[in-house]
Every structure is written in structure tokens, then in C-alpha cells.
């Protein structure tokens, strides 16, 4: 969503805030792109102000944007001013364009990883109000403190589940599991990882991993790359295969009814029970959401 001059891009933003949560929504959320037109942060705080129950969180702030100090600052002060209604997303980076557009070095998954490993960490324990040395391998903290009261003790976190790596990381710390397809090396999203043999790999892992957990389960999540009325809808120049799109997990085809059983049944299978719709499908998905609330 874009407009310009001010007053008309923010109308535009605060009264799309407004109907999001009319229309009976749980969170909005905001993407970190330098190639999007909007900016995470101030749109997070902006919605949030116009807004009563609608929490809002980031779907995903990208790691090496920014320093983890920053960030987790940043996220303590909407969560503050929205009376504790932010969500934490996090992520490790997979846009090797966007990384190039900025100079930024696009690193090997394994440096990205362990940068965003120690990154998640930081944030939480700042988040627990700890005053916080660390002498990591990307990260260098003395005595380092929030100084920024967040509602809430702590701050829900969304991490990615992509690979195994992630998947086991977000076993550890997060809230909420945001399952999305693995990235390849080379940036981007391995289209063959939109399956739903790759969806049950990955919850396996994450299975396996929540053994060492000692708190609450997180919740499991899923991002909707699309939804459609019927497969002859799918773009045949989309995120993975028409083939493999009209059975995946992140996309959801077919009639109203249809949709609902399909979601019902992805939660009895992989425990799914929180959906992310593009802002394009809001107004399809909405009847959804509510032939679901309650279930």
C-alpha cells in the first residue's frame, strides 16, 4: 500500500490499521524489505496507535539490518506504547538482491545463521530486563542494558523455521514458529521446499528439538504465498510449481468450506493454528477467519 504526500499516506495506513482489526484479525503484521515501500518500524508504531486490540509485529525483521541492541530497544518501545501488543519476527536474511542494493555482504548461510543465533539470544535476554555482557563471535556487549521498560516480560519472539538450523533454534526460543521454505545458498526460496513431504520434514525436526524444551510449546505458523479459488488460479510464474503450489502447505485453495476443512486439517496434521495473509488476500480471507473463530 502506497500513496503519496503525507497526510494521504497516513490516513491510508491508520484507517488499513483500523480495518484490519474490523474485519477480526489477531495481528498485523509488517515485512523488513529494502525493496518495499513501507518502513517496519514506524508503520508498527503508527498501527498500533490507531488501534485497541490488534497486536503487531514485524514478519520479519532481517538480522543484519540492524544491530540485535537496536532492535530489541525498538521493539520494547511499541510494545510499551501499544499497552503490550508487539510480536517479535526475526529472521536471518534470504534476499541476496536486497543485500547487494545496499552493499551489505550477503554471507554464507552458516555465518548468517550463527550471526542471527547470537542475535535471537541478545534480544530476549534484554528482553528479560539482564544486564548483559557478551563476547560473541559477531557480537561484543559491556554491561550492556535495555533501558527501555517493555509491557511485556518478554516480548513474544516469531522466528523463521526454514531449515533445520532455524527450526531447531526456534525450539529453543521462540513464541511462535513461522514455518516458510528453506533459502537456497545463493538467496532466494528453494521452490521444491513448498511441499508437503518438506513440511513434514520440518516439523519432524522441530518435534525432535522441543524435547529439550522445558517451557510452553510454541505456537506453529505458516505464511500463505497464496489463495486461490482453484489451482488454474496459482501464477504459473509463482514461488514454486502450479504442481506442487496446489497442494502445499503454504497455499490454500478452493471454495470458502473447502478452505476451512483444509485448515482444520492442517492443524489436526502439523499443529498449525496461525495463518499469514498477504494484504492482497485480507478480504477473501476474512469470512475465513471468522467460520473459524472459536474452532
Not at 547470537?118 to 554491561?143: C, F, M, P, S, T
Request: hydrophobic share 40%; glycine share 8%.
Amino acid at each position: 500500500m502506497t500513496t503519496s504526500g503525507t497526510e494521504e499516506s497516513k490516513t491510508a495506513w491508520t484507517s488499513y490499521a483500523r480495518k484490519v482489526e474490523d474485519l477480526g484479525f489477531d495481528v498485523l503484521q509488517v515485512a523488513d524489505h529494502f525493496g518495499n515501500s513501507t518502513v517496519c518500524t514506524p508503520r508498527l508504531a503508527a498501527a498500533a496507535a490507531v488501534t485497541t486490540t490488534l497486536r503487531v509485529g514485524s514478519y520479519v525483521y532481517d538480522n543484519d539490518f540492524r544491530h540485535p541492541v537496536l532492535l530489541a530497544r525498538e521493539a520494547a518501545e511499541i510494545d510499551r506504547m501499544s499497552g503490550g501488543r508487539m510480536e517479535l519476527g526475526i529472521g536471518a536474511g534470504w534476499s541476496r538482491s536486497e543485500y547487494e542494493m545496499v552493499g551489505i555482504p550477503f554471507d554464507e548461510g552458516p555465518v548468517r545463521a550463527s550471526r542471527y543465533e547470537e542475535a535471537v539470544e541478545i534480544v530476549r535476554r534484554l528482553h528479560l530486563g539482564e544486564k548483559l555482557d557478551w563476547a560473541g563471535d559477531h557480537y561484543q556487549l559491556n554491561g550492556c542494558e535495555l533501558l527501555v521498560e517493555p509491557a511485556q516480560r518478554p516480548i513474544p519472539l516469531l522466528l523463521g523455521g526454514g531449515g533445520p538450523r532455524m527450526t531447531r533454534l526456534a525450539a529453543r526460543w521462540a513464541d511462535t514458529v513461522a514455518f516458510v521454505p528453506k533459502s537456497l545458498p545463493r538467496g532466494g526460496l528453494d521452490p521444491t521446499e513448498f511441499s508437503r513431504s518438506a513440511f513434514d520434514h520440518k516439523i519432524s525436526v522441530l518435534e525432535a528439538a522441543l524435547q529439550q524444551r522445558t517451557t510452553t510449546p510454541p505456537e506453529r505458523a505458516a505464511l500463505v504465498f497464496g489463495l486461490h479459488r482453484s489451482s488454474d488460479e496459482i501464477p504459473l510464474e509463482d514461488w514454486t510449481s502450479r504442481e506442487i503450489a496446489a497442494t502445499s502447505p503454504y497455499y490454500l485453495v478452493g471454495d470458502r468450506a473447502r478452505v476451512v476443512d483444509e485448515i482444520l486439517a492442517r492443524r489436526d496434521r502439523w499443529g498449525i493454528s496461525h495463518w499469514t495473509f498477504w494484504e492482497e488476500d485480507i478480504d477473501s480471507a476474512a469470512p475465513i477467519v471468522e467460520r473459524l473463530r472459536g474452532q
